[in-house]
């Protein structure tokens, strides 16, 4: 279907005026808090009007949430393109690799990202779904009887912590010259602690790409 040259500008526009104010909430967001934004701040900013922002995000809650969806989805595809082994260790070690990376290279975003909310919210569909990816491989420690700890929840937390404790670290001290092997090391460590040795001879099911 062609689109006719008019139309494809006003596509264009509303793309541009979306990444602009989006763009400017998030740096907003970033440098002064959930508690100093306001849909006047973000048209100022963003160099657009304030009824233009109810327009495309209906108010100043849609427009948080589309944010944070948007971010949360960059990381939902960098989870997405991790390559899968038979191995659930080896897939956990490649899972918390990618997050760790996506923090590192995306620093604004993920400071966004994980900056609470002045009021308590459903987590964006995106970082629900990068959660779910990111445990299976747990989960399937678990099933199978190679967890140390029983409380997968636990498990699930402490590399969580270590994953942000890794990104946080590095990214407040960036004229630090840190090892190129520490976040390997850090992984592989906690999970030596974390996981029992597979039982020789057992089979493992198959992860699916």
């Known amino acids: 279907m062609n689109i006719l040259p008019a139309e494809r500008r006003r596509h264009q526009q ?55 969806e948007e971010r949360f989805a960059r990381l939902l595809q960098r989870a997405q393109r991790v390559q899968l082994s038979d191995d659930p260790v080896e897939n956990l070690l490649r899972y918390a690799a990618a997050f760790v990376r996506f923090g590192l290279q995306h620093p604004t975003h993920y400071r966004l990202m994980m900056t609470p909310r002045q009021q308590p919210s459903e987590p964006p569909p995106s970082a629900e779904k990068t959660r779910a990816l ?4 747990l989960l399937e420690l678990a099933r199978v009887g190679r967890l140390y700890s029983d409380d997968v929840k636990a498990c699930s937390e402490a590399v969580w912590a270590l994953m942000h404790g890794l990104i946080s670290l590095r990214t407040s001290r960036l004229n630090q010259e840190w090892s190129k092997a520490q976040i390997e090391v850090a992984l592989e460590s906690m999970l030596r602690g974390m996981v029992r040795p597979a039982k020789p001879g057992s089979r493992r099911r198959r992860k699916k790409t």
Do not use: N
């Open 134 to 137: 990111m445990e299976q491989p």
């Open 14 to 68: 509303r793309l541009e005026a979306r990444r602009a104010i989006l763009d400017a909430t998030e740096s907003i967001l970033v440098e002064e808090g959930y508690e100093q934004l306001s849909m006047r701040r973000v048209a100022a900013r963003g160099g657009y009007t304030v009824p233009t922002l109810y327009h495309h995000f209906g108010d100043k809650t849609g427009l948080i949430d589309e944010l944070l």
